[in-house]
T-cell receptor
Framework: NAGVTQTPKFQVLKTGQSMTLQCAQD?????MSWYRQDPGMGLRLIHYSVGAGITDQGEVPNGYNVSRSTTEDFPLRLLSAAPSQTSVYFC????????????FGEGSWLTVV | ELKVEQNPLFLSMQEGKNYTIYCNYS?????LYWYRQDPGKSLESLFV?????AVKQEGRLMASLDTKARLSTLHITAAVHDLSATYFC???????????FGAGTRLAVHP
Protein backbone atom coordinates (compact mmCIF):
# COMPACT_ATOMS: atom_id res chain seq x y z
CA ASN A 1 0.00 0.00 0.00
CA ALA A 2 1.78 3.12 -1.24
CA GLY A 3 -0.38 5.67 0.63
CA VAL A 4 -0.06 9.23 -0.69
CA THR A 5 2.56 9.60 -3.42
CA GLN A 6 3.87 12.96 -4.60
CA THR A 7 6.10 13.71 -7.57
CA PRO A 8 8.50 15.30 -8.13
CA LYS A 9 10.25 15.44 -4.80
CA PHE A 10 12.50 18.34 -5.83
CA GLN A 11 12.06 20.90 -8.59
CA VAL A 12 13.70 24.17 -9.60
CA LEU A 13 11.69 26.49 -11.82
CA LYS A 14 12.40 29.80 -13.47
CA THR A 15 10.04 32.68 -12.85
CA GLY A 16 7.14 32.52 -15.26
CA GLN A 17 7.39 28.81 -15.96
CA SER A 18 4.46 26.51 -15.32
CA MET A 19 4.49 23.04 -13.86
CA THR A 20 2.30 20.40 -12.27
CA LEU A 21 2.86 18.67 -8.95
CA GLN A 22 1.37 15.21 -9.01
CA CYS A 23 -0.46 13.56 -6.12
CA ALA A 24 -1.90 10.06 -6.11
CA GLN A 25 -3.41 7.96 -3.35
CA ASP A 26 -4.35 4.31 -3.45
CA UNK A 27 -6.56 4.22 -0.35
CA UNK A 28 -9.81 5.19 -2.11
CA UNK A 29 -10.02 8.36 -0.02
CA UNK A 30 -12.73 10.81 -0.94
CA UNK A 31 -11.03 13.91 0.43
CA MET A 32 -7.76 15.27 -0.93
CA SER A 33 -6.00 18.57 -0.40
CA TRP A 34 -2.84 20.54 -1.08
CA TYR A 35 -0.92 22.51 1.52
CA ARG A 36 2.21 24.61 1.40
CA GLN A 37 4.70 24.96 4.22
CA ASP A 38 7.01 27.93 4.47
CA PRO A 39 10.02 28.07 6.81
CA GLY A 40 9.07 28.27 10.46
CA MET A 41 5.36 28.05 9.73
CA GLY A 42 2.58 25.57 9.83
CA LEU A 43 0.87 24.31 6.73
CA ARG A 44 -1.56 26.48 4.80
CA LEU A 45 -4.35 25.07 2.67
CA ILE A 46 -4.18 25.86 -1.06
CA HIS A 47 -7.04 23.85 -2.59
CA TYR A 48 -9.08 20.84 -1.62
CA SER A 49 -11.46 18.30 -3.11
CA VAL A 50 -14.25 16.27 -1.56
CA GLY A 51 -14.60 13.93 -4.51
CA ALA A 52 -14.02 13.49 -8.21
CA GLY A 53 -15.13 16.58 -10.10
CA ILE A 54 -15.43 18.75 -6.98
CA THR A 55 -12.76 21.22 -5.90
CA ASP A 56 -12.68 24.39 -3.82
CA GLN A 57 -10.26 27.05 -2.66
CA GLY A 58 -8.43 27.11 0.63
CA GLU A 59 -6.54 29.90 2.39
CA VAL A 60 -3.93 30.67 -0.28
CA PRO A 61 -5.27 29.63 -3.72
CA ASN A 62 -3.89 32.43 -5.88
CA GLY A 63 -1.48 31.25 -8.57
CA TYR A 64 -2.57 27.62 -8.35
CA ASN A 65 -5.12 25.47 -10.18
CA VAL A 66 -6.40 22.00 -9.39
CA SER A 67 -8.66 19.40 -10.92
CA ARG A 68 -9.95 16.03 -9.73
CA SER A 69 -10.91 13.82 -12.63
CA THR A 70 -10.44 10.58 -10.68
CA THR A 71 -10.64 9.58 -7.03
CA GLU A 72 -6.97 8.67 -7.01
CA ASP A 73 -5.32 11.77 -8.49
CA PHE A 74 -5.25 15.42 -7.48
CA PRO A 75 -2.65 17.42 -9.44
CA LEU A 76 -1.64 20.97 -8.48
CA ARG A 77 -0.73 23.33 -11.30
CA LEU A 78 1.43 26.41 -10.94
CA LEU A 79 0.33 28.67 -13.75
CA SER A 80 3.21 31.16 -13.86
CA ALA A 81 5.72 30.46 -11.13
CA ALA A 82 6.85 33.30 -8.86
CA PRO A 83 9.63 33.36 -6.22
CA SER A 84 6.90 33.69 -3.57
CA GLN A 85 5.82 30.17 -4.48
CA THR A 86 9.11 28.74 -3.30
CA SER A 87 7.91 26.36 -0.62
CA VAL A 88 7.39 22.75 0.37
CA TYR A 89 4.11 21.36 -0.90
CA PHE A 90 2.23 18.55 0.81
CA CYS A 91 -0.67 16.56 -0.54
CA UNK A 92 -3.05 14.96 1.95
CA UNK A 93 -6.01 12.61 1.85
CA UNK A 94 -8.53 10.94 4.15
CA UNK A 95 -11.78 9.02 4.16
CA UNK A 96 -14.97 11.04 4.42
CA UNK A 97 -16.06 9.58 7.77
CA UNK A 98 -15.65 11.82 10.78
CA UNK A 99 -12.50 11.48 12.82
CA UNK A 100 -10.47 9.73 10.17
CA UNK A 101 -6.75 10.28 10.14
CA UNK A 102 -5.39 12.60 7.48
CA UNK A 103 -2.45 11.10 5.60
CA PHE A 104 0.23 13.34 4.16
CA GLY A 105 2.57 12.69 1.26
CA GLU A 106 6.33 13.03 1.57
CA GLY A 107 6.36 16.58 0.24
CA SER A 108 7.62 18.33 -2.88
CA TRP A 109 10.39 20.90 -2.49
CA LEU A 110 9.94 23.67 -5.05
CA THR A 111 12.36 26.53 -5.68
CA VAL A 112 11.47 29.35 -8.06
CA VAL A 113 14.43 31.45 -9.19
CA GLU B 1 -11.97 32.87 10.96
CA LEU B 2 -10.17 30.19 12.91
CA LYS B 3 -6.72 31.06 14.20
CA VAL B 4 -4.47 28.62 16.01
CA GLU B 5 -1.65 29.64 18.31
CA GLN B 6 0.93 27.36 19.83
CA ASN B 7 3.35 28.05 22.60
CA PRO B 8 6.11 27.80 23.15
CA LEU B 9 7.56 27.94 19.63
CA PHE B 10 10.88 26.57 20.80
CA LEU B 11 11.44 24.17 23.65
CA SER B 12 14.72 22.79 24.88
CA MET B 13 14.21 19.97 27.35
CA GLN B 14 16.41 17.74 29.39
CA GLU B 15 15.93 14.04 29.09
CA GLY B 16 13.67 12.71 31.82
CA LYS B 17 11.79 15.98 32.34
CA ASN B 18 8.10 16.68 31.76
CA TYR B 19 6.65 19.54 29.78
CA THR B 20 3.45 20.71 28.09
CA ILE B 21 2.85 22.34 24.72
CA TYR B 22 -0.22 24.54 24.52
CA CYS B 23 -2.53 25.06 21.55
CA ASN B 24 -5.14 27.82 21.70
CA TYR B 25 -7.69 28.38 19.00
CA SER B 26 -9.90 31.37 18.38
CA UNK B 27 -13.30 30.03 17.29
CA UNK B 28 -15.19 26.78 17.41
CA UNK B 29 -13.33 23.80 16.03
CA UNK B 30 -15.04 20.45 16.23
CA UNK B 31 -11.79 18.54 16.32
CA LEU B 32 -8.16 19.10 17.06
CA TYR B 33 -5.21 17.34 15.46
CA TRP B 34 -1.65 16.88 16.62
CA TYR B 35 1.15 16.08 14.19
CA ARG B 36 4.86 15.41 14.46
CA GLN B 37 7.34 16.46 11.77
CA ASP B 38 10.99 15.44 11.62
CA PRO B 39 13.37 17.69 9.64
CA GLY B 40 12.88 17.29 5.91
CA LYS B 41 10.07 14.80 6.42
CA SER B 42 6.33 14.68 6.10
CA LEU B 43 3.79 15.02 8.90
CA GLU B 44 3.00 12.05 11.08
CA SER B 45 -0.42 11.94 12.70
CA LEU B 46 -0.26 11.66 16.48
CA PHE B 47 -3.78 12.33 17.76
CA VAL B 48 -7.24 13.33 16.62
CA UNK B 49 -9.35 14.77 19.45
CA UNK B 50 -13.05 14.87 18.69
CA UNK B 51 -14.88 16.01 21.80
CA UNK B 52 -14.62 18.11 24.91
CA UNK B 53 -12.63 16.35 27.59
CA ALA B 54 -11.06 13.93 25.13
CA VAL B 55 -7.73 12.55 26.29
CA LYS B 56 -5.48 10.30 24.24
CA GLN B 57 -2.13 8.81 25.12
CA GLU B 58 0.57 7.15 23.09
CA GLY B 59 3.80 6.29 24.83
CA ARG B 60 5.25 9.41 26.46
CA LEU B 61 2.78 11.75 24.76
CA MET B 62 -0.66 12.62 26.03
CA ALA B 63 -3.06 15.03 24.35
CA SER B 64 -6.21 16.59 25.76
CA LEU B 65 -8.94 18.90 24.51
CA ASP B 66 -11.01 21.50 26.36
CA THR B 67 -13.46 22.96 23.86
CA LYS B 68 -14.88 25.46 26.34
CA ALA B 69 -11.46 26.99 26.92
CA ARG B 70 -10.55 26.45 23.25
CA LEU B 71 -7.36 24.81 24.43
CA SER B 72 -5.55 21.61 23.63
CA THR B 73 -2.40 20.41 25.35
CA LEU B 74 0.30 17.94 24.42
CA HIS B 75 2.04 16.67 27.52
CA ILE B 76 5.43 15.05 27.32
CA THR B 77 6.42 12.69 30.11
CA ALA B 78 10.04 11.79 30.84
CA ALA B 79 11.34 13.14 27.55
CA VAL B 80 13.81 11.13 25.51
CA HIS B 81 15.99 12.27 22.60
CA ASP B 82 13.80 10.44 20.05
CA LEU B 83 11.01 12.91 20.77
CA SER B 84 13.04 15.75 19.26
CA ALA B 85 10.93 17.07 16.36
CA THR B 86 8.50 19.84 15.49
CA TYR B 87 4.97 19.38 16.80
CA PHE B 88 1.97 21.00 15.15
CA CYS B 89 -1.58 21.33 16.30
CA UNK B 90 -4.37 22.05 13.82
CA UNK B 91 -8.03 22.90 14.16
CA UNK B 92 -10.69 22.32 11.57
CA UNK B 93 -12.34 25.32 9.92
CA UNK B 94 -15.81 24.67 8.58
CA UNK B 95 -16.51 21.29 7.08
CA UNK B 96 -14.30 18.89 5.26
CA UNK B 97 -10.73 19.00 6.55
CA UNK B 98 -9.77 22.60 6.02
CA UNK B 99 -7.11 22.41 8.66
CA UNK B 100 -5.68 25.57 10.16
CA PHE B 101 -2.25 24.89 11.60
CA GLY B 102 -0.38 26.49 14.41
CA ALA B 103 3.18 27.66 13.74
CA GLY B 104 4.65 24.58 15.38
CA THR B 105 6.74 23.89 18.47
CA ARG B 106 10.32 22.91 17.80
CA LEU B 107 11.32 20.50 20.55
CA ALA B 108 14.92 19.59 21.29
CA VAL B 109 15.60 16.98 23.96
CA HIS B 110 19.17 16.88 25.25
CA PRO B 111 21.02 14.82 27.86
Amino acid sequence: NAGVTQTPKFQVLKTGQSMTLQCAQDMNHEYMSWYRQDPGMGLRLIHYSVGAGITDQGEVPNGYNVSRSTTEDFPLRLLSAAPSQTSVYFCASRRAEAGNTIYFGEGSWLTVV
Amino acid sequence: ELKVEQNPLFLSMQEGKNYTIYCNYSTTSDRLYWYRQDPGKSLESLFVLLSNGAVKQEGRLMASLDTKARLSTLHITAAVHDLSATYFCAGRSGGYNKLIFGAGTRLAVHP
